[in-house]
């Protein structure tokens, strides 16, 4: 299971459930060329958007956009957070994924609460979490993918696929 932060909307654009989706498709079909989506593809070693979408479920963790343009780098508000803390924990308990991987800072702070640890890896700063309802789910909590030193994201990401269930 792969988490970002959250979708973004160009003026006057309206936001549904399915904005997620319908961008991920388009990601797929080529139509978007979205660097984000290209970059954590690559840090799974794979070349095709659509073997690697197929095979991962994906969601923002903010339920609604955060704002159009430059508004779109701003942080969670106060509102989202709990409806984000319950989506997240639904998706999780649903689709009981082994691993999820976390890529946005910006959200760590909204996060449900969960145990954490600091994890040996080569991306500096990274650490892995369990939530206490969820303890076989291992989550990944990892910087974004701009300006994210590539080598060490793919490294990261390798690593945290073998490391052993909690």
Do not use: C
């Not at 998706?91 to 954490?116: C, G, N, R």
Request: glycine share 6%; charged share 25%; hydrophobic share 40%.
């Amino acid at each position: 299971m792969i988490v970002g932060n959250s979708h973004w909307l160009g003026e006057d654009e309206p936001d549904d459930r399915e904005v997620t989706e319908e961008v991920l498709e388009k990601v797929v079909s080529g139509e978007y060329n979205i660097p984000f989506f290209n970059h954590i593809r690559d840090y799974f070693g794979f070349t095709s958007h659509s073997d690697f979408w197929s095979r991962v479920l994906f969601m923002n963790y903010a339920p609604w956009a955060i704002g159009e343009g430059e508004k779109r780098y701003a942080h969670l508000s106060g509102p989202m957070v709990p409806v984000a803390k319950s989506r997240l924990e639904d998706e999780i308990a649903k689709h009981t994924p082994d691993v999820v991987f976390v890529f946005s800072k910006k959200i760590q702070w909204a996060l449900p609460d969960m145990t954490y640890e600091e994890i040996d890896v080569p991306l500096a700063g990274s650490r892995l979490g369990v939530l206490p309802t969820t303890p076989s789910t291992r989550i990944f909590l990892l910087r974004h993918t701009q300006g994210a030193p590539k080598r060490k994201m793919i490294e990261t990401v390798a690593a945290g696929l073998d490391m052993p269930s909690p």
